[in-house]
């Protein structure tokens, strides 16, 4: 497990290994989103309810699962980068922050437009939404503290602090509607119980599962990035941009030879 | 001890600082935390009458009325245990209706009737297409059993206290 | 199901495609400036590496 961690947390066998599997993650990313979107918009029928603003569900339900799982990661990688001093990680927890606040966003976004019609209302402070609203700042005080250091390692270690007491507001958003009286319903799924039709828990989580996958795209992405930047001056990076740079000024390199 | 090793003392110190002030708030605020009160939680409540607060349950079949105004409406919110008579004026949410969760901000008056000025619709967390609903309410209606989705009352805040 | 009726979504349309519609702005602007990072951050080490080969 050790030598797998440090062995992955190596920049360079990172940016290879993740080059690789990149691809097939956002093709699968695409697949999913476009197959749910399908089933949730066209296939799907409407709610006894709610009628067709139950299709609100399938990007509001997803976008607040991811809101906290991202925030989970992000947590667990800023806690990693803190103890054992892994780059990876501490780049990991940085780009994770930004995706997740957009989770977030549009988790509080689509939830306002599903509670006017539905409840009659676009906010109102219940347990659930003003945990989830504290999240939101929680991810924005994490990016502001990112930033406010100009030191790296100084910078990831006192919003690794932030991201891990901030930790605590997962279980509370998660389990608010159990503690409290909200206006947000109960939960609908949980370990073997569900109380959303088939035909509407098909497209939920063919959609929840393509917001995973989109989210370790983006994160892939980022992170291989980051790795780059941070590494620019290392014998790898080099070699690597002379290749690029060699594939990219090989036409100029073929009409010299040809010159000569 | 190594630097390692007391990086992650003070980590773990932090959870454990966090999670036992988290749990003391939690405590503390599972009383005050209280969005809506359920109509039998309502007589617990101190100086009810001079408080603007939230009653939630259920609308009662069958007890909504309408004014000739068409705004002013009647209805009772009960938790199946006890029942309160509110009196609402102003636009009711699409999800109003009888049998289904509400949750009502405004003042009990003195004759124990709940003056609304604002009226929310709560629902459950059942999802299903309207037949399957309707092929379940039949099957309940001949079989004499509560349909297999009940809808919660959303009153599990009501066992503390 | 005509395209009237699919846009009108029962009266909701206007909350259905305002919700999807924000969701695919936010997730697409991650994904375009992900790739727009990227982007720079390779140009700038190939055009350095450049660099440093025409000096050698």
């Not at chain 2, 932090?14 to 999670?19: F, Q």
Request: aromatic share 10%.
């Amino acid at each position: 497990m050790w030598v797998w961690l440090h062995k992955f947390g190596s920049p360079k066998y990172f940016y290879n290994v993740s080059g690789k599997i990149l691809p097939w993650v956002g093709g699968a990313t695409v697949l999913l989103i476009l197959v749910g979107l399908y089933l949730g918009l066209f296939a799907s029928p409407a709610d006894y309810q709610q009628r067709d603003s139950v299709r609100i569900m399938y990007i509001h339900v997803p976008s607040a699962w991811n809101s906290m799982f991202i925030y989970l990661v992000m947590a667990a990688a800023a806690a990693i980068g803190l103890i054992w001093n892994i780059k990876i990680a501490d780049i990991a927890a940085a780009v994770s922050a930004p995706i997740g606040a957009s989770f977030t966003f549009i988790t509080l976004v689509t939830g306002s437009l599903w509670g006017k019609p539905m409840w009659g209302t676009w906010w109102e402070w219940d347990a659930r939404l003003t945990s989830e609203l504290i999240l939101l700042f929680l991810y924005l005080g994490y990016i502001a503290l990112q930033s406010a250091f100009e030191d790296r390692r100084t910078a990831a270690r006192a919003s690794a602090v932030l991201a891990i007491v901030g930790a605590v507001n997962v279980p509370i958003i998660y389990y608010s509607v159990q503690w409290w009286n909200t206006l947000h319903q109960p939960q609908s799924l949980g370990v073997g119980m569900s109380t959303i039709h088939a035909s509407m828990l098909l497209p939920l989580l063919l959609m929840a599962l393509g917001f995973k996958l989109l989210y370790v795209t983006l994160l892939l992405m980022r992170t291989r990035t980051e790795v780059l930047e941070r590494e620019r001056n290392s014998a790898w990076v080099q070699e690597l941009a002379q290749a690029l740079s060699g594939k990219s000024s090989s036409d100029q390199v073929r009409s010299s030879n040809e010159q000569r | 001890m190594t630097p390692r090793r007391r990086r992650l003392m003070i980590v773990l110190l932090i959870l454990l600082a966090v999670g036992v002030a988290a749990a003391l708030t939690l405590n503390a605020f599972r009383g005050n935390l209280v969005f809506f009160y359920g109509p039998s939680q309502l007589a617990g409540v101190e100086k009810v009458h001079e408080r603007n607060l939230r009653l939630g349950g259920l609308v009662e079949q069958g007890s909504v009325k309408r004014e000739d105004d068409g705004l002013t409406v009647h209805f009772n919110v009960t938790d199946n245990v006890t029942t309160v008579p509110v009196t609402y004026k102003g636009i009711l949410p699409d999800l109003f209706r009888e049998g289904q969760g509400v949750v009502a901000q405004g003042r009990l008056n003195a004759g124990g009737e709940f003056m609304a000025e604002e009226v929310l619709a709560k629902h459950d967390e059942n999802y299903m297409p309207p037949e399957v609903a309707a092929a379940l309410k039949q099957a309940s209606e001949a079989g004499g059993k509560t349909p297999q989705f009940t809808g919660t009352l959303m009153m599990q805040g009501g066992s503390n206290k | 199901m005509n395209s009237a009726d699919f846009f009108h979504m029962g009266g909701y349309g206007l909350y259905v495609w305002g919700s999807y519609g924000v969701a695919l702005a936010v997730l697409a602007l991650n994904v375009a400036l992900a790739h727009q990072h990227q982007r720079r951050v390779l140009r700038t080490i190939t055009r350095s590496a450049r660099r440093d080969r025409s000096c050698a």
